[in-house]
């Protein structure tokens, strides 16, 4: 199966892969945000893509018509776009992979994203996610990890991941570079499921503190950052109205704080964990989108 497309080969200067979806892997879009930031930041440029037509299902990732007035401009396709972004700070240039998750061939698909990595000479690959948490908005969000080198979790201070259970094409995509025996971290921020949608400026933060750390690469975060304080400020306005949710959060700060103690890590969201205050979360994250002007 074919579906990597080139426009060009580049040259690069020990390459680490970078890798992020959106989709069941990207809770409150904070993964996907954190290699789009990378692009951004980097002014990465696109060298390859991956065939929509090979690994999407239409009906379930349909294409977005463009209008511009009221005349068809042309359709935006989901894609998978590979990116390259020389670096000056340190030692590695970026390769990295951001789309949408496919439906189809997963297989073939991280056989296509091994041929990147492969053809560009990329000595580590780090792939990205975000899922729902039971954890508050008011602590350090605990970015857990799993490695190919048990050092690299000890190194980074990660919490091991021991999720078991349904995974994306993130958690593929890991195991096929393990199989590979390609050097592979995958890491994981937690969101807080009362403030799931998206968003999650400190989700993204804490990635990408993470990959700065492992990568050796300088990166200046502090418009992020400053974004992730006023997103804090606004949840903790919401927060502090209502009686309820103010004693949920407490509840999950003392449970994380507690677990911080044990060493334990963040459990995943289950549907019921819910707090009897979900409408007010509800009411709190509409709070959010009318604050950023969203429609």
């Known amino acids: 199966m074919d579906g990597l497309i080139w426009d060009h080969h580049p040259r690069l200067r020990h390459p680490i892969l970078v890798a992020a979806f959106e989709g069941w892997n990207d809770a409150a879009d904070a993964a996907s945000t954190a290699a789009k930031w990378l692009i951004a930041t980097l002014g990465a440029r696109r060298f390859a893509r991956l065939d929509p037509e090979t690994y999407f299902d239409f009906q379930s990732n349909r294409p977005q018509v463009e209008l511009v007035d009221g005349v068809t401009r042309g359709i935006a396709w989901p894609s998978t776009d590979c990116y390259a972004a020389s670096v000056q700070s340190g030692e590695h240039d970026l390769v990295i992979v951001v789309g949408v998750e496919p439906n189809l061939h997963w297989r073939g698909f991280c056989d296509d994203v091994r041929s990147v990595a492969a053809e560009t000479g990329c000595e580590l690959v780090v792939t990205l ?165 969203d429609v």
């Open 129 to 293: 996610g975000a899922l729902l948490a039971d954890v508050p908005h008011t602590r350090p969000l605990p970015v857990t990890g799993a490695a190919t080198d048990p050092e690299v979790i000890k190194r980074l201070g990660l919490a091991r991941s021991r999720y078991e259970g349904p995974t994306g094409i993130v958690g593929v995509l890991h195991e096929a570079f393990r199989d590979a025996a390609v050097p592979s971290v995958s890491l994981w921020a937690p969101v807080p499921h009362y403030v799931a949608a998206p968003p999650n400026p400190l989700a993204t933060v804490g990635l990408l503190d993470r990959f700065v750390t492992l990568s050796g690469i300088e990166l200046d975060r502090s418009e992020l950052m400053a974004a992730a304080a006023a997103w804090r400020e606004q949840v903790d306005e919401v927060v502090a109205g209502d009686d309820d949710v103010a004693n949920y959060v407490r509840q999950l700060e003392e449970a994380i704080d507690a677990g911080a103690l044990a060493g334990e890590e963040p459990s995943p969201f289950r549907e019921t964990d819910l707090p009897t205050g979900d409408a007010l979360a509800a009411e709190l994250e509409r709070f959010l989108r009318d604050e950023r002007g």
